[in-house]
């Protein structure tokens, strides 16, 4: 249980759906916290959503407000929209939940189902210790300001890229999730369990993390088709003004030659190099060797690279760009990393 929950807020203008609440439920998992996320709006991930809820049973449950086949066109979604939210709001009120995650909530407020003041409501009354958080598109201004983290989530495309990755029977895209803000680690671990568990084999590097029990490492031994290594050795710590300490250069080395064997190993549909941004910008690792790979890979390879500060020259090889930006944050509030939910 959290000794105390906050509200998070992640925003965009965009159409893109954010993976990050649903890679902060697969860590919370891993800590034993329970999390319950409502989708109110589709995405073309959903089917992953049933799969990986079952796998992370009792810890994760996923509810869809929206038709998952074509057979449940006569639903009345609306009135199923409505209950959703309903079963959510009272979760986060009564404490059955540890987490609570109302995604895509902007369609429930677009359509008046619900409206600005049921979420300000919702935040006045939320038990103590549920983490309550927002995810959609043009929240409320009133919303954000209520809480106590807010990210926003922009996302810029490569027409060209997209255009030719679209002439590949099955495309591999690039993508690169970089920022100031929170949520990059963890859209790529929500989008790397809902492919895995939609039985695409997917494989997770961590470039900077040491080897700790983080929670996502403990939950993602639940899923079969998801494997994570951390070959980092922690924080980065200047030696001096320049240089970095030989044990990070060293560990960079090695994970980037465990990188290199995995991507040709033709096992996967899914990596994810996380930190890989870090890496480059400190000069652990070359950012023209990361730009050489993308142009090598596997064309059926989908790729996520994370980290704040990536390389000018790594963007531009990507299919989209995903920036984090960072609106509000609690660390400057005083409020320190919370197990299962930064870590």
Same mark, same amino acid.
């Given at each position: 249980?959290?000794?105390?929950?906050?509200?998070?807020?992640?925003?965009? =203008?965009?159409?893109?759906?954010?993976?990050?609440?649903?890679?902060?439920?697969?860590?919370?998992?891993?800590?034993d916290l329970r999390t319950l996320i409502t989708c109110f709006s589709p995405h073309e991930l959903m089917d992953g959503c049933v799969a990986g809820a079952i796998l992370l049973k009792p810890n994760l449950?996923?509810?869809?407000?929206?038709?998952?086949?074509?057979?449940?066109?006569?639903?009345?979604?609306?009135?199923?929209?409505?209950?959703?939210? =309903?079963?959510?709001?009272?979760?986060?009120?009564?404490?059955?939940?540890?987490?609570?995650?109302?995604?895509?909530?902007?369609?429930?407020? @677009?359509?008046?189902?619900?409206?600005?003041?049921? /979420?300000?409501?919702?935040?006045?009354?939320?038990?103590?210790?549920?983490?309550?958080?927002?995810?959609?598109?043009?929240?409320?201004?009133?919303?954000?300001?209520?809480?106590?983290?807010v990210t926003e989530m922009v996302v810029r495309h490569h027409p060209a890229r997209v255009r030719m990755e679209q002439t590949f029977a099955h495309p591999g895209l690039i993508e690169v999730v970089t920022?100031?803000? =929170?949520?990059?680690?963890?859209?790529?671990?929500?989008?790397?369990?809902?492919?895995?568990?939609?039985?695409i084999s997917s494989f997770i590097l961590q470039v900077i993390k040491s080897p700790k029990p983080y929670g996502e490492v403990m939950a993602i031994e639940r899923l079969p088709n998801l494997t994570i290594?951390?070959?980092?050795?922690?924080?980065?710590?200047? =030696?001096?003004?320049?240089?970095?300490?030989?044990?990070?250069?060293?560990?960079?080395?090695?994970?980037?030659? *465990?990188?290199? @064997?995995?991507?040709?190993?033709?096992?996967?549909?899914?990596?994810?190099?996380?930190?890989?941004?870090?890496?480059?910008?400190?000069?652990?690792?070359?950012?023209?060797? *990361?730009?050489?790979?993308?142009?090598?890979?596997?064309?059926? /390879?989908? /790729?996520?690279?994370?980290?704040?500060?990536?390389?000018?020259?790594?963007?531009?090889?990507?299919?989209?760009?995903?920036?984090?930006?960072? *609106?509000?944050?609690?660390?400057?509030?005083?409020?320190?990393?919370?197990?299962?939910?930064?870590?």
């Amino acid at each position: 249980m959290l000794e105390k929950g906050l509200i998070q807020v992640y925003n965009t =203008k965009s159409n893109q759906s954010n993976f990050a609440p649903i890679g902060l439920g697969l860590r919370a998992a891993g800590h034993d916290l329970r999390t319950l996320i409502t989708c109110f709006s589709p995405h073309e991930l959903m089917d992953g959503c049933v799969a990986g809820a079952i796998l992370l049973k009792p810890n994760l449950v996923i509810n869809h407000t929206v038709p998952l086949k074509d057979n449940l066109e006569s639903v009345n979604t609306r009135d199923l929209a409505l209950k959703g939210f =309903k079963h959510a709001r009272n979760a986060a009120i009564g404490g059955a939940f540890d987490i609570v995650i109302l995604n895509g909530i902007h369609s429930l407020l @677009r359509q008046g189902i619900v409206s600005s003041e049921d /979420l300000l409501g919702l935040c006045q009354n939320k038990a103590t210790n549920v983490e309550l958080v927002f995810s959609g598109s043009n929240l409320p201004e009133e919303i954000m300001e209520k809480a106590h983290l807010v990210t926003e989530m922009v996302v810029r495309h490569h027409p060209a890229r997209v255009r030719m990755e679209q002439t590949f029977a099955h495309p591999g895209l690039i993508e690169v999730v970089t920022g100031e803000g =929170k949520g990059k680690t963890t859209y790529c671990l929500g989008k790397a369990m809902l492919m895995s568990s939609m039985g695409i084999s997917s494989f997770i590097l961590q470039v900077i993390k040491s080897p700790k029990p983080y929670g996502e490492v403990m939950a993602i031994e639940r899923l079969p088709n998801l494997t994570i290594r951390t070959m980092g050795r922690g924080f980065l710590r200047k =030696k001096g003004q320049t240089l970095f300490e030989e044990k990070h250069k060293e560990a960079a080395k090695k994970a980037w030659e *465990v990188w290199l @064997r995995e991507i040709y190993s033709m096992k996967y549909g899914l990596l994810v190099l996380d930190e890989i941004n870090v890496a480059t910008h400190y000069g652990l690792i070359r950012s023209e060797r *990361v730009e050489e790979m993308l142009f090598l890979k596997p064309p059926h /390879l989908h /790729l996520l690279l994370s980290g704040r500060n990536a390389h000018p020259d790594v963007m531009k090889e990507a299919t989209t760009v995903i920036e984090m930006r960072e *609106v509000k944050h609690p660390y400057y509030k005083g409020i320190k990393a919370r197990k299962g939910i930064e870590f």
